[in-house]
């Protein structure tokens, strides 16, 4: 069934056209991502699609009664209320529907149960039981704490007030708000901001399961990836359709636009040997019939357009002067933080020359102090660093700090350099897209992707043998980043760098630190190799602890022997619920029946009485409900963490 369609959408700015020609499907339950350079039109189309904005030209048709859900880039939530009651407000229908049962309830009680007037009421209560029991009235509390889990956030957190949270904080709930509103049409502009590598997976798994359709914007190529299955891709200023997940899109993109030159150059060859054959017979007699035919056979001819992409990109390289020493990093005992507050630590690692090494760890979690406590910019609380010889750094920091807010483009290069010709810093400029009047604008009117180009611009600029970066993909568009990828894998010197951009990290590194609060752990390879190392570490954890900790096996045993003793506990409890529940169950049959009796029906207070019962046994039937819910989701994590 087909949910959304845009019909030869336009939009101008003033006499230029920003795209035209949008032609653009969403299929019931599709997974439908939007790509394309930054400043493509991508955001625009969206608040289109949304209908926050309106087309210059065209029209977007929706299907009858669909809900659209539009979460733009870094939108947080602005509330007074607590996390948990301003995630509640989802639920008002819900919660009106609860109160008019109740209402129900307590009219139920006055009436006489062979009144017509009790009948209209019952038949009343029994639809809006279903309805409520249909939409989720049972669920909606277990939702709201499985999505606040996944993004994160501790049941001992749910009282805090939005505004006392961080900007990433309050961006994740806003996401979390989105998806307990379940609209048919999900719509995020960028929604892995700001989410850690667990938090991102845990995303990944529920995206892929949502009952309502997604249009998703991103730059994260993995979780494109793992999510998508169709791929609309924003070029030259009109949509392409391609089917599959990222990496499909560009093997058959590529595969298009290599037959597309096939075609082209074909006809031109073509071309140019009928204008030749014209040119040097249209004057002769003998044959001037037979050019005359060639020049209508052109003139008629259906030419092919030169095929044409977005491709202004980026191109850089690192260098250096000299070569460093093999010992490039010794970190040993290092514990980081402020003011004495640890972070994370004892961390102890080495990196040598030409590592590649990508640190990779929860948000918050100390990753960026390291790296400053590394370029002696912040203090170690205890521990040290040893930085070998002859070592060039260069580093680039996620926060952009380095960039003075008040100069322009040109400025911020050319102080740096002020021996170097300006056509040359100029000329490098325009490699990273600064062309014309940009280098005249100011660095705190630059947009993040900008700020990223001109801190990775001073960065080419300068000789470097070791390479330090804190989340350099950050508002990198997807072509940027490859970029990027290339200058690493064509450098000769060493890289260290943190990153959440899990594709990034599988196309560049050569080792991964895998940090946490009590230490950090090296593992060979690229992210897919790290999952795959942990994934044959998790069977086999418990002997190897065996044989590393106790060679005579009883370790192990009492290990397996306390794993049993804590899944009997939930079992118990589970069993102990259900027969509550049950108890409770045949308890209301048995008062219901009660209230079907000639005697009692007629006998208001007996009634009365009874339905206070019933309404006592019902609140307690749904808090035991509530429960068993909560112990028995417990037992299948138990299960999964330890099968």
Known sequence: MLLLQTNDVVRRFGADVLFHNMNLQIQEHGRTALVGRNGAGKTTLLKMIAGITEPDEGTISKARDLTIGYLAQDQGLDSQNSIWAELDTVFIPLHKMEAQIHDLEEQLATLDSESDHYQQILSTYDNLQTAFKKQGGFEYASRMRGILHGFGFDEDSYDTPINSLSGGQKTKLALAKILLQAPGLLILDEPTNHLDMNVLSWLEDYLKSYQGALLVVSHDRYFLDRVVKDVYD?????????????????????ERLKAEWKHYDQQQKKIAKLEDFVNRNIVRASTTKRAQARRKQLEKMDKIERPETDDKSIHFQFHSDKASGNEVLDVEQAKVGYDHQVLAGPLSFAVRKPQRVGIIGPNGIGKSTLLKSILHKLPLVSGTVKLGANLEIGYYDQEQQQLHPDKTVLEEVWDDHPEVPEKDIRSLLGSFLFVGDDVYK????LSGGEKARLELTKLSFKPINFLILDEPTNHLDIDSREVLENAINEFDGTVLFISHDRYFINQVATDILAMHKNGIKHYEGNYDDYLAALAKAAPATATASTVKQAPTGK???????EQQRARRKIQRQVDDLEKQMSALEEQQAAIQEQMSQPDVATDISKLTDLQKQLDESKERSDEIELAWTEAAEKLEEFDQENQ
Not at 555 to 561: G, M, N, P, V
């Open 555 to 561: 370790k192990s045993y009492q290990q397996s022997k």
């Open 234 to 254: 924003l070029d030259n200023r009109t949509l392409t359709h391609y089917t599959g997940n990222y990496t499909q899109f560009v093997e058959h993109k590529q």
């Open 442 to 445: 100011v660095v705190h009117d």
